[in-house]
């Protein structure tokens, strides 16, 4: 598949490149800071759980894996110069979801939905690629529907563990794609950027299973042995480093005492949280 909309930070080309490897088929994949979760999207695992902190991204998520073809096509495109003046009146009819998922296509790569049909979205308008919201945008989803049904979406914290312990999740063989907002200050512009990397350290040592960790050159807290690097063009036109954390296929004696060492690590931290 290809990307559902646009978003800040998204790691569709880095999986399509292979720069992250791909989940261990039969796995189920779980992206904890989703966004527009396009490891998933690209290696199309049957079930994936998104989880992100924006309610706003999950509402876009819980409407797409819910929604018709019909849906779809009822959506508005802004053509016209008449239809691109009058996008604010327009989008004041639509759902909240359907809002911040065109709001998504009309700039390009932003951490927050557009709330205006902006110099990109006029540029392109007319285009019939899926540079911005229109037709070709919508036959794209709607061909791509089937394949999220099974998929499940959650507004919570990373580490909600009332979430990770629901009986099917537990059972499953696993895939974390773990890319939360840098600590350096590429992560900051995300609305929800608020990140104990400390704790995220340890909890990611918890997990069993196959390990994503993402973050790039400008980190300010080493929360994982970022061992793999590769240079990524942004939106911006900038060319900075990708830095990649990789687990999953150490002695399994030696996980799980690693894994048992980190749960009572990450205890004593919520301790001193709440103390």
Request: proline share 5%; with cysteine.
């Amino acid at each position: 598949m290809k990307p559902f909309f646009s978003y800040y930070g998204s790691k569709y080309r880095l999986s399509q490149n292979g720069f992250y490897p791909p989940p261990a088929e039969g796995n189920i994949v779980i992206e904890s800071f989703a966004g527009s979760a396009c490891y998933s999207v690209f290696h199309e695992p049957e079930i994936a759980i998104l989880i992100d902190s924006n309610p706003k991204i999950i509402g876009i998520w819980n409407y797409l894996i819910k929604a018709t073809a019909e849906q779809i096509e009822a959506l508005p495109t802004f053509n016209t110069i008449a239809e691109q003046r009058d996008f604010k009146r327009i989008m004041a009819k639509l759902l909240q979801a359907e809002r911040d998922l065109i709001g998504f296509w009309t700039a390009k790569a932003r951490p927050q939905s557009s709330k205006a049909f902006g110099v990109w979205a006029r540029k392109y308008a007319n285009a019939k690629t899926c540079r911005v919201w229109g037709d070709a945008v919508k036959l794209r989803i709607i061909s791509q529907l089937p394949k999220i049904r099974g998929w499940r979406a959650t507004c919570s914290d990373y580490h909600n563990q009332q979430f990770y312990q629901f009986p099917y999740f537990t059972k499953m063989s696993k895939t974390y794609f773990i890319d939360p907002p840098y600590s350096g200050a590429g992560g900051r512009k995300y609305p929800h950027n608020k990140i104990d990397y400390e704790h995220l350290e340890h909890w990611v040592k918890t997990l069993k299973g196959q390990v994503i960790c993402c973050e790039n050159e400008d980190l300010t807290h080493r929360w994982a042995d970022f061992d793999k690097t590769k240079p990524s063009q942004y939106a911006s036109n900038q060319t900075k480093q990708e830095l990649c954390y990789l687990r999953g296929f150490q002695n399994k004696a030696a996980v799980k005492q690693y894994v048992a060492i980190s749960k009572q690590r990450l205890e004593n931290i919520d301790q001193d949280n709440q103390s």
